[in-house]
């Protein structure tokens, strides 16, 4: 299974952009679908995430600006993100609970990170 992320990007503060995230490879299903990143100098932080059933969490510093979706039948997983900051800046990581085909049980996977850059 590998998750592979797409969208990052520079980007003037007021701004917008879209990650995407696909999962492939030998899938069963799956569970929760999310987004973290880690600014500089700090520590991974939860983002966003997605159930299967399409419940929705946010970090309350993203409330009301980002948006994550998903679509199900291609497997991946989006973050529309607006009126971005400065801090923002970070690198973004996808990840899903997967169940592969060769298993029983659910584990996480994680995408390779894409990086957001917002200026002021």
């Known amino acids: 299974v590998q998750l592979q992320a797409s969208g990052g990007g520079l980007v003037q503060a007021g701004g917008s952009l879209r990650l995407s995230c696909a999962a492939s490879?030998?899938?069963?299903?799956?569970?929760?679908m999310g987004w973290y990143r880690r600014a500089p100098g700090k520590q991974r932080e939860l983002v966003a995430r997605?159930?299967?059933?399409?419940?929705?969490d946010y970090a309350d510093s993203v409330k009301g600006r980002f948006t994550i979706s998903r679509d199900s039948a291609k497997n991946t997983v989006y973050l529309q993100m607006n009126s971005l900051k400065p801090e923002d800046t970070a690198v973004y990581y996808c990840?899903?609970?997967?169940?592969?085909?060769?298993?029983?049980?659910?584990?996480?996977?994680w995408g390779q990170g894409t990086l957001v850059t917002v200026s002021s």
């Open positions: 990840t899903a609970e997967v169940r592969a085909y060769q298993s029983w049980s659910y584990r996480d996977y």
């Open positions: 490879g030998s899938i069963f299903s799956i569970n929760d």
């Open positions: 997605i159930t299967n059933g399409g419940n929705t």
